[in-house]
């Protein structure tokens, strides 16, 4: 009885000893029913072909062939976050690699000459339903993902109005629409005003990380001199370092660099990262800037002589809504979002952002973009 | 303070508050003021006024009629004489994008704006 190509589960073998193939091709055709068809390649670059394809339920791979490996194969593939299984084909005694195999990602492994009809069958089947399986969970989790994203936008708009209504009649009152106020419900009123400004910039923060966790930032790139920009952000900053006795040096480039990137969200990112080095240290402190390139790419240093991260806060810095301790600060710190935003920003351009800390010894960001 | 100017300021708005507060900004400050909550009542309104507005605020997402649906209805190169200035808290550059396409000449975020910067916005539009 001939059943449709198209209703058979495709396997493809890759193995370079046509005596396997054979042997394994028999196996096959003990198979009752006939589930699989079966393709056979005996090359690695081949194969990888073949698998880009995408034209088969299962790869049944050799672990060798030839100069390299079947796992090679199988990890170059893997990041790729396929869904059909891989099984490793092993020889006798392959313990080790066995456990290596599954470790990696294999979804099961067969012994070469210890397998029949049915224990291939049922190795097959099982890998199948249980990539299916993960495949569901995966796809319920990103869903998930997204709702909460999708969420967390429209309460932050939804937030928005109330927020904006409270701005325009405490506006009123301070800008001196409905009339004079004394000094003291001046003050009251002041702070109300400010309480609710940082409502609003955290509703904004909230929803910018909504719109890059949801994958709708578009880079608009456009020519920039790096050391302008930075001498412009840096001049705007002055008064809050003045105001906090301190002082901001910047170290220009000796020639001019320029760069193409997204102006508006560098600079934000850089205002971040700057305004955070002020804020982590006590008067009297310098924070340095400089930049430096190469060829491809430039590198924008902030060092500050402040408070430093802990060792064990380090890995939380670049988290969403993780606030590092300031012991500096009794103010209600920000919603955790900045860094978390700034480094999304510079993954996006293709540059890499990191930093070196000491407790007390102050920390240092390093900002790298392509040029 | 400011000049009485015949002209009109048409603020639609579909939350009461904010267009109470937009309300009373541009009226003490001299304008006269007219205001709906949404696109439709906008529409309506806008038929049966005898003077065109001089500068319509018009807010994006309503209920009824939005933004979007007003100003396709309305036709703004048809109305030369008002200027539409969209008025939203929602940073979506699409939106904006077909409002200007379809007639609007300016985009403030409503949380950003303080109320002088509002009266600044109006004398800067009547000025040209």
């Not at chain 1, 009251?188 to 904004?204: F, G, H, P, T, W």
């Not at chain 2, 994008?97 to 409503?110: I, M, P």
């Amino acid at each position: 009885m001939m059943k449709a190509a198209s209703r058979k589960i495709r396997v493809l073998l890759v193995d370079d000893d046509e005596d396997d193939y054979l042997i394994i091709r028999q196996i096959f055709s003990k198979i009752p029913e006939a589930p699989f068809s079966l393709e056979w390649s005996d090359d690695y670059d081949k194969a990888w072909r073949l698998i880009g394809q995408r034209k088969h339920h299962l790869y049944l791979i050799d672990y060798r062939l030839g100069e390299k490996s079947g796992m090679d194969l199988m990890r170059g593939m893997l990041p790729q976050a396929r869904p059909e299984p891989f099984i490793i084909l092993t020889g006798a005694g392959d313990r080790d690699l066995e456990r290596q195999a599954m470790r990696e990602g294999a979804s099961d492994y067969l012994v070469k000459g210890s397998f029949g009809p049915e224990l291939l069958s049922r190795t097959l089947q099982y890998a199948i339903g249980r990539k299916n399986a993960e495949q569901q969970r995966v796809q319920y989790l990103i869903e998930l993902n997204r709702s909460k994203d999708e969420f967390i936008s429209i309460a932050s708009h939804q937030l928005r109005t109330p927020a904006t209504g409270v701005k325009q009649y405490l506006g009123m009152v301070l800008e001196g629409f409905v009339g004079e106020v004394t000094d003291r419900q001046r003050d009251i009123i002041q702070k109300a005003y400010q309480s609710n400004e940082r409502q609003l910039r955290i509703v904004a923060d909230l929803l910018k990380v909504a719109q890059v966790d949801a994958g709708k930032i578009r880079l608009h790139k456009q020519k920039v001199s790096v050391g302008e920009m930075l001498g412009d952000i840096i001049g705007e900053q002055a008064d809050t370092y003045r105001m906090r006795q301190q002082s901001i040096r910047f170290t220009s480039p000796s020639k001019a660099t320029t760069a193409h990137i997204d102006v508006d969200a560098v600079r934000m990112v850089l205002e971040n990262i700057i305004d955070n080095a002020s804020k982590y240290s006590s008067e009297g402190t310098t924070v340095n800037v400089a930049v430096k390139e190469d060829d491809h790419s430039f590198e924008i240093t902030v060092a500050d002589q402040g408070v430093g991260i802990a060792d064990d806060e380090h890995a939380k810095v670049f988290e969403k809504f993780s606030r590092i301790e300031n012991p500096l600060s009794t103010k209600v710190g920000g919603t955790g979002l900045g860094l978390y935003w700034a480094k999304k920003i510079v993954d996006l351009h293709g540059g890499s952002v990191r930093f070196t800390s000491e407790p007390g010894d102050g920390t240092t960001f390093y900002i790298t973009l392509p040029k | 303070m400011a000049e009485k100017s015949a002209q009109t300021i048409f603020i639609v708005e579909d939350d009461q508050d904010l267009n109470g507060a937009y309300h009373m900004i541009l009226e003490s400050s001299g304008y006269d003021v007219t205001v709906a909550f949404n696109g439709k009542e906008a529409l309506e309104k806008l038929s049966s006024m005898v003077e065109p507005p001089r500068i319509i605020f018009l807010d994006l997402r309503m209920p009824v009629l939005d933004g979007i649906g007003f100003l396709k209805e309305y036709n703004a190169p048809a109305h030369p004489e008002t200027t539409v200035v969209v008025f939203s808290n929602y940073d979506a550059q699409k939106e904006v994008d077909e409002a200007y396409e379809l007639g609007a000449s300016r985009y403030v975020l409503k949380a950003r704006a303080t109320p002088n910067e509002l009266v600044r916005i109006v004398r800067d539009i009547m000025s040209d």
